[in-house]
């Protein structure tokens, strides 16, 4: 099992920063990627950015290029997202995914709340005008 716990939201205005944690305890091992995902009252949950544990390479929703940035310290089993120029349509529950198991090329699975096998509580973010 794997436990994924979000910290850091809060309310910021328009054009200024939050950091978004997540700390992942259990079987870490077995884990093959992260992913932050968002969802704002009404709409659909959507992809935000994901990460792979061991390697690295990083992708990102459109939206969010540019001012998004994902990392992860594997000594603390933390992935963070760092979110700049944050603007209020960013608003929204961040939840924190896992994924065990990757089916299919990573550059599409990413995107897929499906593909993840683990989630946070979610932590919220509101950006003010």
């Known amino acids: 099992q794997v436990q994924l716990v979000e910290s850091g939201g809060g309310l910021v205005q328009a054009g200024g920063s939050l950091r978004v944690s997540c700390v992942v305890s259990?079987?870490?091992?077995?884990?093959?990627?992260m992913g932050w995902f968002r969802q704002a009252p009404g709409k659909e949950r959507e992809s935000v950015a994901a990460?792979?544990?061991?390697?690295?390479?990083?992708y990102y929703v459109d939206s969010v290029k540019g001012r998004f940035t994902i990392s992860r310290d594997n000594a603390k089993n933390t992935v963070y997202l760092q979110m700049n120029t944050l603007k209020p349509e960013d608003t929204a529950g961040y939840y924190c995914?896992?994924?065990?198991?990757?089916?299919?090329?990573?550059?599409?699975?990413?995107?897929?709340?499906?593909?993840?096998?683990?989630w946070g509580q979610g932590t919220q973010v509101t950006v003010s005008s």
């Open positions: 995914a896992a994924m065990g198991r990757l089916v299919g090329p990573f550059s599409s699975a990413w995107r897929r709340w499906g593909q993840y096998d683990y």
């Open positions: 259990g079987r870490t091992l077995r884990l093959y990627a």
């Open positions: 990460i792979t544990w061991n390697g690295g390479s990083t």
